[in-house]
């Protein structure tokens, strides 16, 4: 089949023909039909970022595809299904605590190095091989739809992290970094989950007043001027309640006091959910006071992608018009033009635009 290629960090993808997957039991192969290109990509190919992948590798973290071959364990899927293709790889012999690898991305730890051995390889290319439980049914898709469902991944991030605060209907959020591709993704979740108001912070004013305009009365936009105590406190005045759930993804480019700005507007008893890049590229942590989060009884989450249940949830709000995925400006490049995909992405990054590889 068809592949891009990551030989060496810091040179272009090459486009080569490698062997076909071969199907293992708990596993499928997929018809690769379209895949998101990170705004960041370019950071990952060049070695910037650090993320661990053993090459050569074949990048790209799941996406949209049409079953190929099932393994004998499948017991619903069926080749010709449309599927989305979560790239979140999770170990099955610890159901507790199971290592992360995000297929085609980076395998992060030892341990999501193991799964890396075995499942290498990622979606730019003309098949994939993907763990049975990473595949969720689309329904009945026109093939050309593929590329815009390719939006389920910047929405079910920001999902993942609204989850596991257990965000409910009428309360009132924080997006710290909601002028950003996964910030504006998790403006629309939040939305669609019904949220009385979301706060959505950034630098830029311009961007923050699309955001408002495209998703309406219900968002707040907030502009960050990078003092620490005055942009709290325009945070707090914007609020038309107490903060239930404050949702931090900014870049690691951001600093320390930008997810505390934001961290300490949340009311007693309310979720943060840490789901950034901060401290990634290095330099210190986040300093919270102790006192303030034990006496208010505050919950901090970290969060990585979302659970398993996640991407069956993301397609029904999607099937019951909760979420528009023609949010997202698609561009679409073929796999032998992916260098110029990478490009693309890194040049468009931010929010409204999507760039995607079609296989
Ligand atoms: N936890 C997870 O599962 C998960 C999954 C995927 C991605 N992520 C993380 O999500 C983060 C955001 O990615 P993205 O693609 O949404 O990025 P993006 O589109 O470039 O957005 C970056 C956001 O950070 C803000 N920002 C604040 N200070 C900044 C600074 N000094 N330099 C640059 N931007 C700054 C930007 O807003 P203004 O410019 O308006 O201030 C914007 O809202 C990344 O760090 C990525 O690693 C996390």
New binding site residues.
Partial sequence: MKAALLKSFGTPLAIETVPDPVLGTGEVIVDVAATAM???AREVYSGKRNYLLDLPVVPGSGGIGCVRAVGPDATRLAPGDWVYCDPTVRSRDDSVSPDILLQGLTAATEGGRILHRHFHDGSFAEQTRVPTENLTRLGTIDPTEAPRWCGLGRLL?PY?GFLVAGLKAGEIVVVN???????SAAVAVALAIGARAVIAT???GA??DEVARRYGKRVLPVQ?QGDEEQDRARILAAAPGPIDCVLD???????PA?VRTALLTVRPYGRVVL???VG?AGGPGVDLPYAWLMRNCITIHG???YPREAPGQMIAMVRAGLIDLDALAVTTFGLDDINDAVAHAAAN???FTMTVVVS
């Fill in positions: 990170l705004a960041y991030v993942g970094g909601g002028t950003g591709a996964f910030g950034g630098r830029n961007v923050l960050m993804i900014l870049l690691p480019a951001a600093s930008q789901m950034g890049g990634m969060k990585w992608m990054a931010g929010p």
